[in-house]
């Protein structure tokens, strides 16, 4: 009898451990299945974001045609090479005190600039900035600049109780405004349309400066608008205070832009265009910059259709910090649906825009052995909790490949621009013999850089900087610099306004 029942309950034992071998290896079965799964959608993600130097090549040689057709007529191209009448870059000598005003990202800013007269004498710069009321970004001009102006007021009151003597002049300032604007003179020009979730309707086709002057005088401010910038021309024109061999500036921020010194008679759009310096500050908003080159995945796709603003700005949807967190975002969620790695779907991923470009940063940049950052984020922010090691692993590797072609991309076009105005390289090097033996000469070129992605994003910015060594070549890459300016949308725009200021020649621009 005793035996029978220790017979009975070991083959009980016996079938429990075959259930339960049988649990564990169909879990492990699944695991595994669930992990294949993820690891090809990875794969598939690498090959639809690959981004060799030969395609990269395409894509510089594909931004150097649509600029020449941006220039040769109007709607000529997705890029709409804007001319901004600035024909001036700053050169030193400006002086005096001014204002700016910085609206075009998730803050805005307020700063008061006193030049000096000398270069690099810029003596004082104070900054105030508030984050846009996210209901603003989408109400009518007349809150938006009543804010603003407001903001401003108490802005000038608070400093000039504070440096006295207070001004007797008018005050001058300089307007960054960082969205596609139809300039009608350098300071002065309509709103085209709204990028980067701004969306104040009643605002399109309205004089930008006007609104602001109007908003001010509604406050009983005694300021005018003596410059009207996008924050690219601002950072080139503090690049080019610092640096005379600046030619370009770049902002990789919330959105993305670039703007080029270009020949006035190279702007056929606008012929007859006179300047007394032969050429013209273009803003060419490359945020709209469309190639079949550009390699794009089906998150791209669903990113654009699901977007306020569809078909439009294609390539700052691939680089731009506004996007590139909600790239990360789309792909863990298809990882998420197509297998249990990062257990049931969390509602969390359902979410646009939740997991935002420093997030993805911190995640990519997170050198710990565990990776507790990635882990982190994934519970605090995605509610994805007790995520494994091997599988946080993945988080980093989709930051990195969609990281990686933000900035591959990013240097292609700005080796386009170099390839339009010539200094790429393409046309041959120079040699001159010394005594020395025979050296390869070109001229030096600075491209100016400002924006969050850029200095902020370690990885963003070393892939850009290897991207631009390697399409660029090793003779012609040294003579390229990209250098970082510091608050050139701000600063740049008080510049602006002192050199187109009252004192100075204003309307050295003609169309004839
Ligand atoms: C705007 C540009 C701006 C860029 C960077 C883009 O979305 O269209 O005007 O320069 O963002 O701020």
């Not at 794969?43 to 894509?59: D, I, N, S």
């Not at 004498?121 to 600049?145: C, G, K």
């Not at 139809?182 to 701004?198: P, V």
């Amino acid at each position: 009898m005793g035996k029978l029942v220790v017979a009975a309950a070991a083959s009980g034992c016996a079938v429990v451990a075959c259930v339960v071998a049988a649990l564990m290896v169909g879990r492990s079965v699944r695991r595994r299945r669930g992990w294949r799964r993820v690891v090809r959608v990875l794969e598939e993600l690498e090959e639809g974001c690959a981004t060799p130097v030969g395609r990269l090549r395409q894509v510089v040689d594909a931004m150097a045609v649509e600029m020449h057709a941006g220039l040769a007529s109007e709607g000529g191209s997705k890029l709409k090479m804007l001319l901004t009448y600035v024909h001036n870059l700053p050169t030193g000598n400006e002086k005096g005190i001014y204002y700016a005003l910085d609206l075009g990202g998730t803050n805005f800013r307020v700063l008061r600039v006193r030049l000096g007269g000398q270069r690099s004498a810029i003596i004082e710069h104070d900054v105030d900035r508030q984050p846009i009321p996210q209901h603003l970004m989408t109400s009518t001009s007349e809150e938006l600049f009543d804010f603003i102006a407001t903001s401003l007021n108490d802005f000038v009151e608070r400093e000039e109780n504070v440096s006295k003597p207070s001004q007797k002049e008018r005050r001058e300032l300089g307007f960054t405004f960082s969205f596609p604007v139809k300039q009608i003179s350098s300071s002065s020009g309509t709103l085209i349309k709204w990028t980067k979730g701004f969306s104040v309707e009643d605002m399109v086709g309205k004089d930008v400066s006007q609104c602001l002057q109007q908003a001010m005088s509604r406050k009983g401010m005694d300021m005018r608008v003596t410059a009207l910038i996008n924050d690219t021309v601002g950072t080139l024109a503090l690049g080019h205070y610092h640096d005379e061999d600046t030619v370009a500036a770049v902002i990789f921020g919330t959105g993305t832009n670039a703007c080029y010194l270009e020949r006035a008679d190279a702007i056929i759009k606008s012929q007859g265009l006179l300047t007394t310096t032969g050429g013209m500050v273009v803003n060419m908003e490359w945020g709209n910059f469309w190639s079949s080159h550009l390699p794009r995945t089906s998150y791209d796709v669903d990113l654009d259709a699901e977007s306020p603003n569809p078909n439009d700005q294609g390539f700052e949807k691939m680089i731009s910090g506004m996007y590139l967190g909600d790239i990360v975002r789309r792909v863990i969620l298809q990882m998420s649906q197509e297998s249990d790695v990062f257990g049931p779907v969390s509602s969390k991923l359902d979410e646009p825009f939740i997991l935002r470009t420093p997030l993805i940063a911190a995640m990519h940049e997170d050198d710990s052995p565990n990776l507790n950052e990635v882990a982190r984020i994934l519970k605090e922010t995605l509610k994805i909790p007790d995520v494994p090691l091997n599988v946080r692993k993945l988080v980093v590797k989709v930051c990195d490949v969609v990281t990686c072609r933000a900035a591959r991309l990013a240097a292609a076009g700005i080796v386009g621009i170099l390839k339009k105005i010539g200094r790429d390289g393409s046309g041959g090097i120079a040699s001159v013999k010394t005594r020395n033996g025979i050296h390869n000469k070109m001229r030096r070129t600075v491209v100016a850089v400002e924006g969050g992605l850029y200095t902020n994003y370690t990885m963003f910015r070393e892939y850009l900087n290897e991207a631009m060594g390697q399409i660029l070549g090793e003779d012609v890459a040294p003579y390229v610099i990209i250098k970082v300016t510091e608050d050139g949308s701000g600063i740049g725009a008080a510049l602006l306004a002192a050199s187109h200021s009252a004192s100075e020649v204003v309307d050295s621009v003609q169309l004839l």
